[in-house]
């Protein structure tokens, strides 16, 4: 997983509220074994229609869209089942960063735990973001914040021990298996103390 720090890059707006995580990812990409390839079906039912022909003025097609790590989207993005292939789609096709006014509690620790940066601002902030595609804002997680263009600074929350695996580039299991060495001192500290307890 890729360390986050800083990102600024271009925004891509959706503006569609309760956007799921079957609009997301349907669930009939979800057989595969890898997450390898999933981006590819990101939004499949917004991008393509029946025939497999991209959709003409689906914003997702254009090839700004692949240039755009910053998702802005509508109001309680990400609601809906609780699949990790979602985050894992929208890392694929390119996003590092999700900012709503209202992102779904179990997509959000997915998001963090696979290295997609979920971000929630106040109502009235995320209304002027919305009117910013195809801008640049700049994501600065070590000072939690949004930085806009015209000098905006927008401060935002996040779980401290997410922030912490984020920051340096490991999900859960990384965290749990970098603290190996500590994990051992402890059993074998307690071991003794039991031994001499018993001796």
Excluded at 122 to 137: F, I, Y
């Amino acid at each position: 997983m890729d360390a986050f720090t800083t990102l600024t890059g271009q925004v891509l707006v959706l503006p569609e509220e309760n956007i799921d995580t079957d609009q997301i990812i349907p669930a009939r990409f979800l057989t595969a074994t890898s997450f390898e390839g999933m981006g590819d079906h990101a939004f499949a039912d917004w991008r393509y229609d029946r025939e497999g022909q991209a959709v003409p003025g689906c914003v997702l097609n254009e090839p700004r869209a692949a240039q755009s790590p910053i998702l802005v989207a509508g109001r309680n993005f990400g609601c809906g089942s609780s699949r990790e292939h979602a985050p894992r789609a929208l890392l694929g096709f390119g996003f590092r960063v999700v900012i709503s006014s209202e992102i779904a509690d179990i997509f959000r620790g997915n998001s963090q735990n696979v290295g997609l940066l979920p971000v929630v601002l106040p109502e009235a902030v995320h209304t002027r973001l919305l009117a910013m595609d195809g801008e640049e804002l700049t994501v600065d997680l070590e000072a939690c914040e949004v930085r806009t263009p015209g000098g905006e600074r927008h401060a935002f929350e996040i779980d401290g021990f997410a922030r912490y695996c984020l920051l340096n580039g490991m999900d859960r299991l990384d965290f749990l298996l970098a603290q190996d060495q500590t994990i051992t001192r402890y059993e074998e500290r307690h071991e003794r103390q039991d031994s001499a307890a018993a001796g």
